[in-house]
């Protein structure tokens, strides 16, 4: 059982829905987005999604690409990414981290040096955006083999043929991406998402968390409503970005948590 | 070198889309299925007699294929080596050979029903390719192009404007080629249902780098049919050159004669301001290594870290930090040869043409005449080069004439 299935099992045991936030790691500075990942887990976040910046996020929107260019600027690199996970674990044992970015700077470092990296840093699982199930012989069968979840995007144009292949291989949790887009772009709609949601949860008892396009409590909570949590990306970093301290990030945070649980 | 088919070089790529260890699918789950389907659609257009006539008769009367494969007489004699001909493929309508893959992609388009184009473009050949197909077949058309890029090619700029294409300066990263695919590719993921991504190179996840191949092949397919009507039936060139951005017309040039172990391939890359450490090129095979981006593994221009570094070159169309996967496998199995000229060589080369031969080139192809002007006087009368002259200058004469210190202000 991974700290991932055990948050899960935890939830469902308290009859509440996962609250999961992004942030990119180095952004704006190390030890400012440090700070905030520390503080994440007391702001009411269940699993961290930490952001490893990448030069080209195709699958990003402005503001996440421009965290990406702040933490790089600053000086962010695939070790110190892994510091920070190192870091929270001094302080925190329970709260799944997962590390999402893009396969480059994974297979620029070796994929089995970096999964032995990774699971010593006490990483719990990876989303890799431009790792379809075509390619999982890269790096999907490979982690979980080291016994890192490799959690799976099913997006809107997934239809029913294509479903089963995705959910193969996939572990700890289903990330369904409630547009398509781009992160950062459109609002979710709660009832666009539940029916997909529950065609989802139909092929799978893995847990299906709702990501792209949840911006406030409102939203966080109606999602959670229809899925088994909500994921919040782009509107934290756009307070990191616009300069808030730790200390506002953090509140704004535990504002769209109280949302998720609220339900 | 092979001489049966189970060993040949022309039967890539495999199932997975690889050359190798090269190309593969790596886009986000959003675009697999529409990939997919546009794998199955070319699969099917491939056998399908109906879809190469409408290529074929679209390439004659409205691209005015086949271009001539002609002997420049001069520029042998200036050189006193190797015979040189040139594959005029910049008399091709809009100037470059841009437009031979675009006919087959926009067919395709027409075939699933899209209705709304986009492209990528960085010197503007591809772009104004797009916009030209797209104005002739009534299709809504967006143009993404770096805005460094915007500024460099203005004249193809105004260009796609009069076409009706929508052209969108890109400001992220240096603003440059490879800016302007993950743009096109963020558009693409957003508006997937009724938009067809029309790539201008041979890169980009599979099938694309294969089709742009096959739809470019037209080139050398060409060559090998014109240079028997000059040279003698069965007369193959001896060395067969082209520039390399992405490398499509490159490939489109090599891929018939892969199989052909006689011909000496060799394809050259931007060098800029030379290919060292300062990284100031776009060199992906000499200075890059291999990596993952815009769908495909190949070589890659990136730092210790996986992070891509900014290509540069004096050339729009070259400026891009990756190369066609194709490429990267024909060069780790040594079929191909693969060198760098810097932006000081193409220069010269690219005033040669004009004097010797009254053909003003663009910097692409200048790129491959440095070469030429390298090895030509080094090689026996007999030896037959042909360069693949890809692209025409129009578009360049500023940037050349800022270069060379002439004031175009009249």
């Known amino acids: 059982m991974t700290r991932i299935d055990a948050k899960f099992a935890d939830l469902r045991a308290r009859g509440k829905k996962a609250f999961v936030a992004y942030v990119m790691a180095g952004d704006p500075d190390y030890a400012t987005s440090l700070e905030i990942v520390k503080g994440l887990p007391g702001a009411g976040v269940d699993i961290i999604e930490l952001g490893m910046p990448f030069t080209d996020p195709m699958a990003d929107g402005t503001t996440i690409q421009l965290a990406g260019q702040r933490a790089l600027a600053g000086g962010q690199t695939l070790d110190l990414t892994l510091k920070m996970a190192t870091e929270l674990r001094k302080t925190d044992q329970t709260t799944p981290i997962v590390m999402m970015g893009y396969y480059n700077p994974i297979f620029s470092r070796g994929v089995d040096r970096f999964l032995e990296q990774a699971k010593a840093a006490g990483i719990d699982g990876l989303i890799v955006v431009d790792l379809p199930p075509e390619e999982d012989t890269e790096l999907c069968l490979p982690a979980q083999k080291a016994g890192l979840n490799f959690i799976r995007l099913a997006t809107p144009t997934t239809d029913d043929a294509r479903l089963p292949k995705v959910l193969t291989n996939t572990s700890g949790f289903v990330y369904y991406v409630s547009i398509t887009g781009i992160t950062g772009a459109a609002q979710a709609q709660a009832g666009d998402v539940a029916p997909e949601v529950a065609r989802i949860k139909a092929k799978t008892d893995l847990p299906v968390i709702v990501g792209f396009g949840i911006k406030t409590p409102e939203t966080a909570a109606s999602i959670a409503r229809v899925a088994d949590g909500a994921v919040v990306g782009s509107a934290i970093v756009e307070r990191i970005g616009r300069g808030d301290s730790p200390a506002q990030v953090l509140e704004f945070v535990r504002g769209l948590a109280e949302g998720a649980h609220s339900v | ?410």
Not at chain 2, 32 to 59: N, R, V
Not at chain 2, 127 to 153: N, P, S
Not at chain 2, 256 to 277: C, M, Q, R, T, Y
């Open chain 2, 1 to 410: 070198m092979p001489d049966d088919l189970i060993n040949s070089f022309m039967t890539g790529p495999d199932e997975n889309g690889r050359f190798g260890q090269f190309g593969g699918r790596f886009v986000s789950e959003t675009l697999m299925p529409l990939i997919l389907s546009l794998e199955a659609e070319y699969e099917k257009a491939k056998t399908d007699p109906t879809f190469w006539a409408e290529m074929e008769d679209l390439w004659k009367h409205y691209v005015g294929r086949p271009s001539p494969l002609y002997y420049a007489d001069r520029m042998t004699k200036h050189f006193g080596g190797a015979k040189i001909y040139l594959k005029r493929d910049e008399l091709n309508h809009t100037g470059a050979h841009k437009i031979n893959n675009v006919l087959g992609q926009i067919i395709l388009a027409r075939r699933m029903g899209k209705t709304r184009i986009i492209a990528e473009t960085g010197a503007g050949q591809h772009g104004v390719a797009t916009a030209t197909v797209c104005a002739k077949f009534g299709l809504k058309c967006i143009v993404y192009m770096g805005a460094h890029d915007v500024e460099r090619q203005a004249p193809n700029v105004f260009r796609m404007r009069l076409l009706g294409a929508e052209v969108i300066p890109v400001t992220s990263g240096r603003g440059t080629l490879k800016d302007a695919m993950n743009d096109a590719l963020r558009d693409w993921v957003t508006n997937v249902r009724d938009t067809f991504y029309c790539i201008g190179t041979v890169a980009g996840p599979h099938p694309y780098p294969a089709m742009v191949r096959d739809f470019q092949s037209i080139i050398g397919k060409e060559v090998r049919w014109q240079l028997a009507e000059q040279e003698g039936e069965g007369r193959l060139p001896d060395t067969i050159i082209a520039a390399i951005g992405g490398g499509s017309n490159a490939m489109g040039l090599f891929f018939p004669f892969l199989d052909d172990p006689s011909v000496n391939i060799i394809g050259v890359e931007a060098g800029g301001k030379g290919v060292d450490d300062r990284m100031e090129h776009c060199a992906s095979l000499t200075g890059g290594r291999p990596g993952v981006l815009h769908g495909n593994r190949t070589y890659l221009l990136q730092d210790n870290d996986g992070q891509i570094l900014e290509g540069f070159s004096i050339s729009a169309g070259l400026d891009y930090p990756g190369i066609g996967p194709e490429h990267s496998w024909l060069h780790d199995v040594g079929r191909a040869q693969y060198v760098s000229i810097t932006d000081v060589e193409a220069l010269e080369a690219f005033q040669l043409s004009c004097k010797l031969e009254g053909i003003i080139p663009a910097l692409e192809p200048s790129h491959a005449l440095a070469h030429v002007m390298k090895i030509a006087p080094t090689l026996p009368a007999d030896h037959i080069i042909v360069m693949n002259m890809c692209g025409r200058g129009d578009k360049d004469i500023f940037t050349v004439a800022k270069h060379l210190g002439f004031d175009m202000k009249i």
